[in-house]
Nanobody, 124 residues
Framework: QVQLVESGGGLVQAGGSLRLSCRAS????????MGWFRQAPGKERILVAK????????YYADPVKGRFGISRDDAQNAVYLQMNNLKPEDTAVYYC?????????????????WGRGTQVTVSS
């Protein structure tokens, strides 16, 4: 079992940057596939980015490719989502999640542990 807490959300102008943090306790994050999801009002929760247990493989959803980057700091037992060139359509609650299964899984049901989310709002 691992506990996840997100931070770093807020209000930012279009074109700006934010870095979200997901800090873990109870387990080492390198034991899990780590994912960042987001959910906008009235929309389904979707996978934005994920990182393999080794830290060598990443996945990004098409709308964020080239703008977002996922990374892990083993010393801090934390995962980060660097978000650059933010757009109003990036506005959502962002969730950190940990999966026990394969890196290839993308569905929300494949992720076993979740943070409570952090709000990101991008104004035009």
């Amino acid at each position: 079992q691992v506990q996840l807490v997100e931070s770093g959300g807020g209000l930012v102008q279009a074109g700006g940057s934010l870095r979200l943090s997901c800090r873990a306790s109870g387990r080492t994050l390198s034991s899990y596939v780590m994912g960042w999801f987001r959910q906008a009002p009235g929309k389904e929760r979707i996978l934005v980015a994920k990182l393999s247990r080794s830290g060598e493989r990443t996945y990004y959803a098409d709308p964020v490719k080239g703008r977002f980057g996922i990374s892990r700091d083993d010393a801090q037992n934390a995962v980060y989502l660097q978000m650059n060139n933010l757009k109003p359509e990036d506005t959502a609650v962002y969730y950190c999640a940990a999966a026990l299964g394969a890196f290839t899984a993308t569905a929300t049901a494949a992720y076993n542990y979740w943070g409570r989310g952090t709000q990101v709002t991008v104004s035009s």
